[in-house]
Nanobody
Framework: VQLQASGGGLVQAGGSLRLSCAASGRTFSIYDMGWFRQAPGKEREFVAAITWSTGRTYYADSVKGRFTISRDNAKNTVYLQMNSLKYEDTAVYYC?????????????????WGQGTLVTVSS
């Protein structure tokens, strides 16, 4: 499975961005997909995840009510709509795919990773 993340950029606080993650290869093996982020000097942290088949979603408390994860099975693409962005949302955002361990907030549970896309929120 190959993952290609895109959509990052520079946005003012309070603004919005939509990230995309396109999956290719053995996409039939994907069980769920997640978004993580890593700010400079910090550990990679869970943002949101979605079950590929049912669309069930999970969010970190820090983004609930502001971020929405969704998927388009026909396009093998997962999206992260980010609204009301805050300075502390600044990070490199990574998408990841799990092939059967089930939804998890732990990076080690995911088998494949995209290259990351930088989101910078100016205050």
């Amino acid at each position: 499975v190959q993952l290609q993340a895109s959509g990052g950029g520079l946005v003012q606080a309070g603004g919005s961005l939509r990230l995309s993650c396109a999956a290719s290869g053995r996409t039939f093996s994907i069980y769920d997909m997640g978004w993580f982020r890593q700010a400079p000097g910090k550990e990679r942290e869970f943002v949101a995840a979605i079950t590929w088949s049912t669309g069930r979603t999970y969010y970190a408390d820090s983004v609930k009510g502001r971020f929405t994860i969704s998927r388009d099975n026909a396009k093998n693409t997962v999206y992260l709509q980010m609204n009301s962005l805050k300075y502390e949302d600044t990070a490199v955002y990574y998408c990841a795919a799990d092939t059967g361990k089930g939804i998890s907030t732990r990076p080690r549970s995911y088998d494949y990773w995209g290259q990351g896309t930088l989101v910078t929120v100016s205050s």
